[in-house]
């Protein structure tokens, strides 16, 4: 089972990865998390069976903080890359896209790369914060 959230922000973000860590009754396989200009677009990959109450239960906590997305044909394409093993580095350079986090959840390279971002931008967006 896999699902494409977007959050508008990072702080959305971040919960979500500490939400997930939370949850050890989810089978999760890996997540990816992807910075646009517009925000956050996170894949969540259970690698087995979620029971239904658990599964609707998830789907309430995304929807209430972000929401389910169908990403452009060349994100697809990254995810899928991705999905094949292709390193997050290979994909961002391929893809242009910035790859902020692919496998376990991580609220460091979340938080890594806004520094890093504010730092050489000189601003804060507000999909930043």
Same mark, same amino acid.
């Given at each position: !089972?896999? @699902? =494409? @959230?977007?959050?508008? %922000? #990072?702080?959305? *973000? ?5 939400y =997930?860590?939370?949850?050890? %009754?989810?089978?999760? &396989? @890996?997540?990816?998390?992807? @910075?646009?200009?517009?925000?956050? =677009?996170?894949? +969540? ?9 658990l599964?609707?239960?998830f789907?309430?906590?995304?929807? &209430?903080?972000? $929401?389910?997305?169908?990403? *452009?044909?060349? !994100? !697809? #394409? #990254?995810?899928? *890359? ?9 994909? !961002?350079?391929? $893809?242009?896209?910035? +790859? ?5 959840? *991580?609220?460091? &390279? ?7 971002? +504010?730092q ?10």
């Amino acid at each position: !089972m896999e @699902y =494409l @959230y977007f959050f508008d %922000n #990072a702080s959305l *973000s971040i919960w979500v990865i500490e939400y =997930l860590k939370q949850r050890n %009754n989810f089978p999760l &396989e @890996y997540v990816t998390v992807i @910075y646009s200009s517009g925000g956050w =677009l996170i894949r +969540i990959k259970f690698g087995g069976y979620v029971e239904p109450k658990l599964e609707a239960n998830f789907r309430a906590v995304m929807d &209430e903080f972000g $929401y389910a997305c169908v990403p *452009s044909m060349i !994100m !697809m #394409a #990254a995810l899928a *890359s991705l999905a094949e093993g292709q390193t997050p580095t290979a994909v !961002m350079q391929r $893809y242009r896209i910035a +790859i902020v986090a692919h496998g376990k959840p *991580s609220r460091d &390279e979340i938080e890594a790369f806004q520094r890093q971002f +504010i730092q050489g931008a000189g601003s804060c967006p507000q999909s930043l914060r």
